[in-house]
């Protein structure tokens, strides 16, 4: 992509939203209600709103390498606190994708410099499944896997904070685990046991 085209196609892009609705930019300036927390991966070809068919104002949404949710990431703590009790979203996802770099770069034993720390989160994930992980024999389906669980454990430390704990409680609200297949377009829906994670890790996580 050309970085001088973008103004270009900024203004076809308006020109289009205004010949379906003409006060499309008014009703965007009047302020946001997404129903929708998206956490997902950086990568460039996990586009966030278009694999969703979603339009303005219906996501929230937080990118970082790997779609990680760490407890002392003040960024992600931020917009997970500022969505679920402001925003009032319904629903928190976390969204990987299969071919994640993060993930690559993690099962690789290598010094990363500065990424280390953030790939250490991963490298945890693999550590607390390592009895499923080893056991797989494809290399290629070994890091699938490992793409699948570490949604997962986001998942988990999603649930192990007080504001999702207690937005559960008080309004229903639920977190969802997805797996984005860049190979076919696909989304995929983990299924992760919501209700099951949050009884067994209430045991210890508890925050009230
Ligand atoms: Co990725």
């Known amino acids: 992509m050309d970085i001088k085209s973008i103004f270009e196609n900024n203004k076809n892009w308006i020109a289009e939203k205004l010949e379906t609705s003409p006060t499309y930019f008014d009703n965007l300036g009047e302020g946001q209600s997404p129903e929708i927390l998206y956490i997902g991966c950086s990568d460039s070809r996990v586009?966030?709103?278009?694999?969703?068919?979603?339009?303005?104002?219906?996501?929230?949404?937080?990118?970082?390498?790997?779609?990680?949710?760490?407890?002392?990431?003040?960024?992600?703590?931020?917009?997970v606190n500022y969505a679920v009790n402001?925003?009032?979203?319904?629903?928190?996802?976390?969204?990987?994708?299969?071919?994640?770099g993060g993930v690559k770069a993690a099962m690789m034993s290598k010094d990363l410099g500065i990424l280390n720390p953030w790939l250490r989160n991963i490298r945890d994930v693999y550590r607390l499944h390592m009895e499923e992980l080893n056991a797989i024999q494809d290399e290629e389906k070994k890091y699938d896997r490992l793409i699948e669980l570490n949604v997962q454990e986001q998942c988990v430390n999603l649930i192990k904070t007080a504001d999702i704990q207690k937005a559960f409680r008080e309004r229903g609200l639920l977190v969802h685990g997805w797996v984005f297949d860049v190979h076919t377009g696909r989304l995929i829906d983990l299924?992760?046991?919501?209700?099951?994670?949050?009884?067994?890790?209430?045991?210890?996580y508890r925050l009230d």
């Open 86 to 100: 402001y925003l009032e979203v319904k629903h928190v996802v976390v969204c990987g994708h299969y071919g994640c």
């Open 191 to 204: 299924k992760i046991d919501f209700k099951g994670i949050l009884e067994h890790i209430m045991k210890i």
């Open 47 to 79: 586009t966030a709103e278009e694999l969703m068919g979603a339009n303005p104002g219906e996501v929230f949404v937080h990118r970082n390498i790997a779609n990680m949710f760490i407890s002392i990431d003040l960024n992600a703590m931020s917009v």
